[in-house]
């Protein structure tokens, strides 16, 4: 006998048949861990017309599906199966929103659906009175008919029967499991497009691998739906301590001491790469295609750090962002159109700068400005340079408060297969007072 027992009532037998019996679940049904069937709803009429509808009484558009032969169909594929545990759903806007949990409970309590789809304007009260256990919604917008939803509801409950997916490992883990939503997946290349898989995942550290895993499900949840992450409740030490870990971070800070910055050493990378990833991340929400390759990678700041070029930006005595300055020049600004840089050109070029997700909106931006200012000045250069992606709102208009001219427009080919075009933006300096 197979572990689970599909009934599938309609006037379109045909359309759901053809679905069901292909693929992951077909290859279970041939295997008989799943028994699906189909039945013609208009088998079971007793009129000459097979007629399977009829006007509603008091009026109204529309027909209305008579109760006889949904009653006689249901009696013809339930007849035989008495010793099964049994539901019977009628799929209708009016049910329960389908999800995951439900899908489990389906699975765990019951051996054989009845799936009930209605067409035209429905079913006739009667028969979802006497006949139905359970009314169960796709979701809240109308269908013409449940053939749909009665399709979703047998994948859904059908994948968590064993022997249907290789490895429950295939299911345990994905977005609703347990309230969240999956971690990004990669495949094959490691580069797609100037795309890079994070690093952490080709290391071969279970652990970090998992703990990256965990944090990216808080994170998205968090971001995408925020109403399944309030409703989470962490079940382990770990997840626990991982929110705790995510709220810390999360946690605005305000500039209380002085913001300082010192040349960058290898010892820093590890710090490096997490701001860039906040950063990447950030960038990535906002739509903005840049950083989203491998660009600035852990060679560029290696090379960066041994010219002398990188800094850390602290606060309190913790790093709160990093920045780039050269005075080798920038090939990809001679190319500047729509304007022209000023004159003399002894600049020194910003090449990237970025701040720490908790220091977003703190004011650190503005003092990381500043102290890539001293140090321009202190290099014995008289203006900045330095060009952001047109749709990086923040970085615009943070350059614009603080003095940044507009100079035009330029194609940097820093991340290649992605949108080159930046805007070039300038800071004439002034000698300071002492
Ligand atoms: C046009 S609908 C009837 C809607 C009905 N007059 C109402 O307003 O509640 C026809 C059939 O489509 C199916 N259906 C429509 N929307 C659905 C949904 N959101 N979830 C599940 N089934 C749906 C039901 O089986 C329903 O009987």
Redesign the pocket.
């Known amino acids: 006998m197979a572990e689970m027992r599909i009934d599938i009532l309609t006037l379109f037998p045909g359309t759901v048949d053809a679905v069901l019996h292909e693929s992951i679940l077909g290859r279970a049904a041939r295997k008989g861990i799943l028994d699906i069937r189909c039945w013609q709803i208009r088998d079971y009429t007793e009129n000459r017309q097979c007629q399977v509808d009829d006007y509603p009484y008091g009026g109204g558009f529309?027909c209305v599906?008579m109760a006889q032969p949904l009653k006689a169909c249901l009696d013809a594929a339930t007849a035989g199966s008495g010793d099964l545990r049994r539901r019977v759903i009628?799929?209708?806007?009016?049910?329960r929103p389908?999800t995951q949990a439900t899908a489990r409970r389906l699975r765990q309590d019951y051996d054989q659906l009845v799936l009930?789809?209605?067409?035209?304007?429905?079913?006739d009260e009667r028969f979802i009175e006497a006949c139905v256990d359970e009314?169960?919604?796709?979701?809240?917008?109308?269908?013409?008919?449940?053939?749909?939803?009665?399709m979703a509801v047998a994948d859904a409950v059908c994948r968590l029967v064993p022997g249907v997916l290789s490895d429950p490992q295939c299911y345990i883990g994905e977005s609703h499991w347990d309230g969240l939503l999956e971690y990004p997946q990669y495949t094959r290349p490691e580069t797609w497009e100037g795309r890079a898989v994070p690093e952490v995942l080709l290391n071969g550290d279970h652990e970090k691998v998992g703990r990256w895993r965990r944090l990216r499900q808080f994170e998205r949840t968090r971001d995408k739906r925020p109403d399944l992450f309030r409703a989470f409740e962490p079940a382990t030490d770990e997840d626990r301590a991982l929110l705790k870990e995510l709220r810390r971070a999360e946690k605005k800070k305000r500039l209380t001491d002085p913001v300082t910055c010192r040349p960058a050493g290898e010892e820093d990378l590890p710090c490096l790469l997490q701001i860039r990833e906040e950063a990447r991340r950030s960038l990535a929400r906002h739509g903005v295609d840049q950083w989203q390759g491998t660009y600035p990678a852990e060679e560029d700041f290696r090379r960066e750090i041994a010219a002398g070029e990188c800094f850390l930006v602290l606060h309190g005595g913790e790093t709160a962002a990093f920045f780039t300055l050269s005075v080798n020049p920038e090939p990809g600004y001679d190319g500047i159109r729509d304007g022209r840089w000023s004159e003399p050109p002894s600049y020194a070029v910003l090449r990237h700068a970025a701040v720490a997700a908790a220091y977003r909106g703190s004011g650190l931006a503005e003092a990381l400005l500043r102290l890539a200012e001293d140090r321009t000045r202190a290099l014995g250069r008289r203006s900045i340079r330095t060009a952001t992606h047109r749709k990086n709102k923040p970085a615009l208009r943070l350059l614009r408060e603080t003095g940044y001219r507009y100079r035009g427009n330029a194609d940097l080919d820093t991340e290649p297969g992605h949108d080159p075009a930046r805007q070039c933006y300038e800071k004439l300096l002034k000698e300071k007072k002492q």
């Not at 009628?90 to 049910?95: E, V």
């Open positions: 529309g599906m009628y799929l209708s806007p009016q049910g389908f009930v789809c209605g067409h035209y304007e429905g079913v009314e169960i919604s796709l979701g809240d917008f109308v269908l013409t008919g449940g053939e749909i939803a009665a």
